[in-house]
């Protein structure tokens, strides 16, 4: 008689340790589907929306562009933008001196598309250092998105 009372309490506990591996069990799978929905969640969020704005010189390259001009003959730069982000419009304005130079070019960019242009810039007709900002502005916003600056040293000659 012993003996028989031993194997009840050990029938007991392994009882309860079937119920808590069934427990255990169940509460990993439910902290693994907790992990995966919030690692979904963190992925499927808006991703951040920038664009690339930028000059480049004759040869292609972010380099060398023009330092000096002369009144009356304009210069060429070429103007880009890589857009990153949900479907946007912008415009691109040109001044010198706090002067608009010609209209607003208007852009349209999509998600990892690229925009490149040829930009003419007429000089001032003062002579001296003149500085030209270029103005990347979202679509019917007055203040400037993106700004990039030129400086040019302008002769009569």
Request: charged share 25%.
């Amino acid at each position: 008689m012993h003996c028989s009372q031993r194997r009840i309490p050990l029938r007991r506990a392994q009882a309860w340790l079937r119920r808590w591996d069934s427990w255990a069990r169940i509460t990993a799978l439910v902290l693994l589907l907790c992990a995966a929905g919030r690692l979904w969640w963190v992925s499927s969020q808006a991703k951040p929306q920038f664009v690339e704005f930028y000059l480049l010189g004759p040869s292609g390259l972010a380099a060398g562009y023009p330092e000096h001009a002369v009144v009356g003959t304009p210069i060429t730069v070429t103007v880009g933008a890589v857009h990153h982000g949900s479907p946007t419009a912008y415009e691109l304005r040109c001044q010198i001196d706090q002067d608009d130079r010609g209209p607003a070019t208007s852009i349209v960019l999509d998600d990892g598309e690229r925009w490149e242009s040829d930009l003419s810039i007429q000089p001032p007709k003062v002579p001296g250092r003149q500085k030209i900002i270029l103005t990347l502005r979202k679509a019917g916003d007055e203040s400037a998105y993106r700004e990039l600056h030129l400086w040019l040293d302008v002769d009569t000659r």
